[in-house]
Each structure stands twice: as structure tokens, then as C-alpha cells.
């Protein structure tokens, strides 16, 4: 489980790094971790800080763009 964790980590940043393309997968990776992210949010307040860098907010705002045209 944590070896794919990373894997999708490791998918956003090499996305974010120009390293790979930003495809399908980039997204999905995204929506994963955000899955995971609220999951965590939902079990206690100590996570209710935790967000996505500004960089990845708006990778994840490139598919919202995308899907619109």
C-alpha cells in the first residue's frame, strides 16, 4: 500500500517537475490523494489543515479547464 502511495506521489511530482507528461494518470494520481487527503480529514482535526501546494491546485484545475472546451 505505502509502494503506491508513492507511485502516485511520485507521479504528481514528476508531472509538476516537467518530467513526465501531464496525462490521465497525472489526474487520477491527483484524485487519489485527494480521496486519501479527505479520508484523513474526516478522522480528526489534526489534518483538517493540511492542503494540496498551490502548484498542484492548479494542475488539478488543468483538467477542470480541459474538460470545459
Partial sequence: ?????LNHLSVVKESLNGNRAVDEQTFASIAILNERLQR?????????????????????????TVAVC
Avoid: C, W, Y
Fill in 40 to 64: 484523513l480529514k474526516e478522522r480528526g482535526h489534526l489534518f483538517s489543515g493540511i492542503t494540496f501546494s498551490p502548484d498542484v491546485k492548479k494542475l488539478a484545475n488543468q483538467k477542470k
Fill in 1 to 5: 500500500m505505502v509502494e503506491m502511495d
